[in-house]
């Protein structure tokens, strides 16, 4: 049977149509687009029209304004530091406890250097408050930084009103956008947005290019010197064929901007009215409501993710889970603990991402397939009787050193 | 994707004696939900002749903890009380043909669940001691815990020293940012500055080889190695002295250690130790390249 993949936040396939465009910058158009002579200038133009397809799809003033990258984390971790080291004199971040480890990590370290760093909580759907952020904006701040859209629950903040509100307290605003690019409509021109990071691969480009946004006239320190590469704001020779690739992606994307947002998004309503009606004990995390139109987040409450994730595999099935196991640390997902999710059905959230390339006849076999599994593994669970939970599982199943 | 072996996913699969054994005497239940690993072990032990009649479990947990839980079941049913005892972690790692480093403490889990069963079985009360941390060392599956503690219970100030009393940091190396970070943290406690640069301590210097008489030179070599084969016995392995040459000492590494990838790296390790004792360079090869050589030789 064919396989099926709902992991489409972690990565996605490369569009054969990209794979194409991108195959001659392996061979015939190897040159280095800085040299002098043919090989390099029509690597040059075609770099040049990658970056106008990007423009294009972020909604941005300026080509200009699109600096190249080896992925969202370098976008993600050039930002941040550029703003830091460009305004010496401020000493506080703010972001979010749910974003992404490329932001995350990185304030933590910076706490250890001597940064003060503002983590914004969410309540139990993954909503700020934006009181709370307002009450934090100064001009201590050197930078905001928050993700558009959740890569675990697909829930949205906010972002163009909390870029507004940092404009107005005089406050770099940036955006970890890698999930969110592709899927949903972005003008940058309207917006007050001051850097963007994007990942190729999240939107049928390849690992291994990504893009930061950076608004004219906001002050910018690189993070790799030593070549006058994007305007020597990121040295090093283009990654001329990923870059075409993703300016190809950026373009496709566009042309599927509507079809994501109604046909794959019914795809997934469909998905989770399936499994929530089918299975008991089950809940969508997150705020449904305000998310991106792929992503569906649904935990199942006394198992866990990994085990799911293994007999999903086996029929072919490709999710994810916010278990600790998945990643091998000892706590589950931190989107899941910001949530105040109990630990019993945090282990068992499972997150299924569609793409353009799903149908709804896989949908309609995901659907069948997770019952039994969860089944399956329940009856395992010592929080599970004979059909339901035990009666008060936190007492009757209460191990040593819980 | 973990790479779990065969063993493994057939465990996980299909498990073993899942559910709660009827009539049982016996119940240890362990685990955490933080970390999403937890288990129920039921006993139906004969009080006569202490023999475990059958065992059964319930998991919450990953597919790994489900393998280890059923392991467990199969090792035990049919040991006396007393044998079931000594049934380590190890035992159920190696029963499931191996576990990943980031997955030991699945195993771990499944011994305290038998020895909390029989204390439940005895009347007596089970303190579990077990605490753990984030894994740092995924070489030898050392966690923060572990680290923090020998680095108290020892002084330990650097690195080095770290890796020579809890193998972390011994083999890729990668984890030497996180050890530095505990290091930091636990001096920092104790009122000093972890210093970077620090050497680990000598040890006070010995005479040179020159000094030694042949017997005193083997009988050094001697003690060096035994020094270091408790630790490799603990991995259930060990090594012999096999010949003692001008600038070479020839060993058999056996047990787990030989053919363990490892290998080159516990050689590393007995030679730095014959070296500190000697005072003096010296190689320290596998006893099958001296028949290499000596054949090459011949």
């Known amino acids: ?402 | 994707m973990w790479d779990y072996s065969e063993k493994v996913k057939e465990h996980f699969y299909n498990p073993k004696n899942a559910g709660a054994v009827e009539g049982a005497n016996a119940t240890g239940d362990v685990g955490s939900l933080s970390c999403g690993d937890a288990l129920r072990l039921t006993l139906k032990v004969d009080p006569h002749t202490e023999i475990i009649l059958d065992a059964g479990f319930q998991t919450f947990g990953c597919g790994s903890a489900i393998a280890s839980s059923s392991a467990l079941t199969e090792i035990i049913k049919g040991m006396t009380v007393d044998q079931a005892l000594t049934v380590s972690n190890q035992d159920i790692a190696d029963y499931l043909d191996g576990l990943p480093p980031e997955k030991m403490h699945c195993s771990v889990m499944g011994r305290e669940a038998l020895q909390a069963a029989v204390a439940n079985y005895r009347g007596e009360e089970w303190s579990d001691d077990h605490e753990e941390g984030a894994l740092i060392c995924k070489c030898f599956a050392v966690d923060a815990v572990m680290i923090e503690d020998t680095i108290r219970a020892n002084s330990l100030r650097t690195v080095e020293e770290v890796t020579n009393y809890t193998k972390a940091g011994g083999g890729c190396s990668s984890c030497h940012e996180g050890i530095e970070e505990i290091l930091v943290r636990v001096l920092e406690e104790q009122g000093e500055v972890f210093d970077p640069t620090a050497a680990a301590p000598v040890a006070a210097p010995k005479p040179a080889a020159g000094g030694l008489t042949t017997l005193q030179r083997i009988r050094r070599i001697e003690a060096a190695i035994e020094s270091v084969r408790p630790q490799l016995q603990m991995d259930k392995g060990d090594v012999e002295l096999v010949d003692v040459t001008d600038d070479t000492v020839y060993v058999n590494m056996t047990g787990a250690c030989s053919g363990c990838q490892m290998a080159a790296m516990t050689l590393n390790g007995i030679q730095q130790r014959i070296m500190e004792e000697l005072g003096q360079f010296i190689k320290v090869l596998p006893a099958s390249e001296q028949q290499k050589q000596a054949a090459v030789g011949g």
């Open chain 1, 1 to 402: 049977m064919e396989p099926i993949y709902l992991d489409n936040n972690a990565t996605t396939r490369v569009d054969p149509e990209i794979v194409a465009a991108m195959l001659p910058f392996f061979s015939e158009q190897f040159g280095n687009p800085s040299s002098m002579h043919s090989f390099g200038d029509k690597v040059g133009r075609a770099v040049k029209q990658a970056r106008k397809q990007v423009q294009k799809l972020l909604g941005a003033e300026h080509d200009s304004e699109i600096i190249f990258t080896s992925c969202g984390t370098e976008s993600d971790s050039t930002a941040i530091l550029s703003a830091l080291k460009a305004q010496p004199e401020r000493k506080e971040i703010i972001t979010t406890v749910v974003e992404h480890p490329a932001i995350l990590t990185l304030c933590e370290h910076l706490e250890k250097d001597g940064y003060k760093v503002h983590f914004l909580e969410v309540d139990h759907r993954g909503r700020l408050d934006l009181d709370a952020y307002r009450s934090l904006l100064s001009d201590r701040v050197a930078v905001v930084s928050v993700m558009w859209a959740n890569n675990e629950t697909g829930t949205l903040f906010p972002i163009e009103t909390m870029a507004q509100m940092a404009h107005e307290a005089g406050v770099v605003f940036h955006t970890d956008a890698v999930q969110a690019v592709g899927k949903l409509p972005i003008s940058l021109k309207d917006s007050t947005i001051d850097m963007l990071s994007l990942s190729g691969h999240k939107l049928h480009a390849p690992k291994g290019i990504g893009v930061l946004y950076l608004r004219r006239g906001v002050r910018f320190r690189p993070l790799l010197r030593g070549g006058h590469q994007e305007r020597g704001r990121r040295a090093g020779t283009e990654n001329s064929a990923s870059i075409v690739a993703l300016g190809k992606a950026a373009e496709m994307a566009m042309e599927h901007m509507e079809y994501e947002n109604t046909f794959v998004a019914a795809m997934r309503d469909r998905l989770e009215e399936g499994i929530l009606s089918a299975v008991s004990h089950c809940f969508v995390t997150g705020d449904p409501e305000n998310r991106l139109p792929n992503t569906c987040n649904i935990a199942f409450e006394f198992i866990e993710g990994e085990a799911i994730l293994m007999l999903l595999n086996k029929q072919g099935i490709a999710a994810s889970s916010g278990s600790a196991c998945t990643s091998g640390s000892l706590e589950p997902s931190h989107v899941m603990r910001a949530m105040n999710i109990p630990y019993t059905a945090a282990h068992g959230s499972t997150r299924f991402s569609l793409s353009r390339y799903n149908t709804m006849e896989e949908i309609e076999r995901v659907i069948a397939a997770v019952p039994p599994i969860v089944a399956q593994l329940r009856k395992l669970s010592p929080y599970w009787g004979v059909d339901g939970p035990v009666e008060e599982p936190g007492k009757a199943f209460a191990p040593t050193y819980a």
